[in-house]
């Protein structure tokens, strides 16, 4: 059959491909050390599969509001207020199908062919994909590691054009960690007022800050900045529930309404048990957060003590989210284990994958040929043996 134009140029995510070329080796009987993956390696806390029973019991098992159950919408305008002072009604929520889908909801509901999307690079591997699946352009701005991969106000104001209609900002960010510094969100949030430039602020890793960086919503810089900016979050990464799929937005009235027609049309309610878990999630004990935080500290502090000790690796630290991302591209061109020369990130992968059965992801795909990306949401043991393999495979 003919498959569309924007179909058929469109590629599998990066780090869906990564993992399962993982996988394949792992089928083959051999242990693979596996940091590709973007999610928490814990379980969805017990109170929270409780309730997902519970309304199971209780018969919430049909369709419900196409934007989701108003205890939900409720809970999400709560915890913004709870954890950030910023007053959302409900009827400014639409819960999806998760983050993901929550962006496809945004980037349909304002773009079209001719406009223009600003997307700060290294970005998540969806967005210059699903910007493209509106037939719109993504205006890619790199930013450097120097500036710990956080985009600058200048830069955002030079990348706005006529034909702007959005800017994709995620903080803290998958790949890199950044997590933004109030002075440039600040910075960002006066281009965006000057200019009239609407910002959907990724913010899905919200509670995933480490000591040192400090968390602000993009939304809470004033009631202008507020009225340009569409929150995307959810339950994913915050509470170890990614298989729930429960995303949403925060977002004025008008793109509200828009998302909510889309939604109704396109796919109805997000999971009725899921809704109900996510309730349950944001309004029962919130201690599950400070325990996970604490284990991806640690995590994060001996990933890094470890990554400085080898020569020839640069990165930025990050302050959130549970990735590191570094630079290897000092070893293309160089022997490494096994005899292999590599000159670029996907075939460092490869070869570290063939040889030393690690996994991570190339940084090609992120927009950051000669970077890596390791997520150290995995167990420690799996972290020291694999990290001991990759020194291993850079000094054969
Ligand atoms: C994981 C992730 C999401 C999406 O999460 P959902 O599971 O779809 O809620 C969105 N943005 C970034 C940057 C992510 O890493």
New binding site residues.
């Given amino acids: 059959m003919r498959i569309s134009e924007i179909v058929k140029n469109l590629k599998p995510s990066a780090t869906i491909a990564a993992a399962a070329k993982a996988k394949e080796l792992k089928a083959t009987g051999v242990t693979v050390y596996e940091f590709t993956l ?1 999610e928490p390696d814990f379980n969805t806390p017990d109170h929270i599969c409780a309730a997902a029973k519970e309304a199971m019991d209780a018969g919430h098992t049909h369709y419900t509001p196409a934007t989701g159950i108003p205890e939900l919408k409720k809970a999400v305008a709560a915890a913004y207020k709870r954890d950030y002072n910023l007053d959302y009604e409900p009827a400014q929520v639409v819960i999806s199908n ?4 929550s962006i496809h909801n945004v980037l349909t509901t304002l773009c079209q062919p001719g406009d223009e999307v600003i997307i700060p690079t290294p970005y ?1 591997v969806s967005y210059s994909a699903l910007v493209e699946l509106c037939g719109a352009k993504p205006v890619l701005v790199p930013t450097t590691q120097e500036s710990g991969f956080c985009l600058s106000p200048e830069q955002f104001a030079n990348a706005i054009t006529d034909n702007t209609r959005l800017m994709m900002l ?1 903080n803290p960010c ?1 790949p890199t960690g950044a997590a933004y510094p109030v002075e440039t969100l600040e910075g960002l949030a006066k281009v965006a007022v000057e200019k009239q430039v609407p910002v959907l602020s ?1 913010e ?1 890793y919200e509670k995933l800050v480490y000591p040192g960086s400090e968390f602000r919503s993009f939304a809470s810089f004033g009631q202008d900045v507020k009225d340009l900016t569409i929150i995307v979050s ?1 339950v ?2 915050a509470y170890a529930m ?1 298989g729930w799929r429960i ?1 949403w937005t925060l977002a004025p009235a008008d793109v509200t309404k828009g998302m909510s027609n889309l939604q109704s049309q396109q796919t109805s309610n997000p999971c009725s048990i899921s809704q109900y878990a996510a309730v349950e999630a944001l309004n029962g004990p919130q201690d599950c957060i400070p325990e996970m935080l604490a284990k991806f500290t640690e995590r994060r502090e001996y990933v890094l003590k470890r990554l400085r000790a080898i020569e020839g690796l640069s990165f930025a630290d990050p302050g959130g989210a549970f990735y590191a991302f570094f630079d290897v591209s000092s070893y293309f061109g160089k022997p490494l284990q096994g005899g292999r020369t590599v000159d670029n990130s996907l075939d460092f992968c490869s070869a570290l994958l063939e040889e030393a059965h690690v996994a991570l992801v190339a940084g090609d795909d992120f927009g950051a040929p000669g970077y890596v990306r390791l997520s150290f949401a995995t167990s420690m043991d799996i972290i020291e043996a694999g990290l001991d393999r990759l020194e291993a495979f850079l000094k054969p």
């Fill in positions: 973007g998760g983050a993901k889908h998540w995620n998958n990724d899905i959810g994913s990464k990614t995303g």
